[in-house]
C-alpha cells in the first residue's frame, strides 16, 4: 500500500496496529510503501522515523478485507455439458464477486445475499472445488465445496 504524509526519511518503519509492516520503500518524503501484515478489523498506520512516531487520526485506518468461504454446493452434481444452476453457500459474498469451477469460470453469478450465490455451471468433467473470488481474496478449498460431473 502507498502511505502519503510529510516528513518521511529513509529507513522509516510503518506499523499496521502493533504488527510491523513489511517491504518498506521510501519514496519520497511525503510517500511510502509497505506490505501490510496478516490482520483482521480496523487498525491505526503508524510511521516512525528518527523524529518519533505519526500521531493516530481518522485518516491513517487500514482495513482488512475477509475473504469468502465456501461451505455447500447444491445440487452437488451437474450433466458434463454444464448449464447446471447451483446454490452456494458460505460468507463473506459480494455483489461482485466470481464463481469458479475447477477453475473454469462459472457464467450467470447472481448475489441473492452475503451468504448464498447462485451460478451456472460451465462443461466439465470429474469432480471440483467450487470458488468464490472477491475483493477480499478466494475462497479456500474444502471437502465442501466439491461439485461433480455425471
Known amino acids: 500500500m502507498t502511505i502519503t504524509g510529510s516528513n ?18 521510501f519514496v519520497s518524503s511525503t ?3 509497505a506490505t501490510s501484515p496478516a490482520g483482521t478489523g480496523t487498525v491505526d498506520v503508524t510511521v516512525t522515523t528518527l523524529g ?13 478485507s475477509t475473504g469468502p468461504t465456501v461451505s455447500g454446493v447444491s445440487p452437488s452434481s451437474g450433466p ?3 448449464g447446471t444452476v447451483v446454490t452456494i453457500t458460505g460468507t463473506h459474498f459480494t455483489s461482485a464477486a466470481t464463481v469458479s469451477f475447477g477453475g473454469t469460470a462459472g457464467t450467470g453469478v447472481k448475489f441473492v445475499s452475503s451468504s448464498d450465490l447462485q451460478a ?18 478466494t475462497s479456500a478449498t474444502s471437502a465442501s465445496d466439491k461439485f461433480s460431473y455425471l
Do not use: E, I, M, R
Open 8 to 25: 518521511f526519511t529513509s529507513g522509516a518503519t510503518v506499523s499496521f496496529g502493533t504488527v510491523a509492516g513489511t517491504g518498506v520503500v
Open 31 to 33: 510517500k511510502l510503501q
Open 52 to 64: 518519533g512516531t505519526s500521531a493516530t487520526s481518522a485518516a491513517d485506518k487500514f482495513s482488512y
Open 80 to 82: 458434463p455439458a454444464g
Open 120 to 137: 451456472t455451471s460451465p462443461a466439465g468433467n470429474g469432480t471440483v472445488d467450487v470458488t468464490v473470488t472477491t475483493a477480499g481474496g
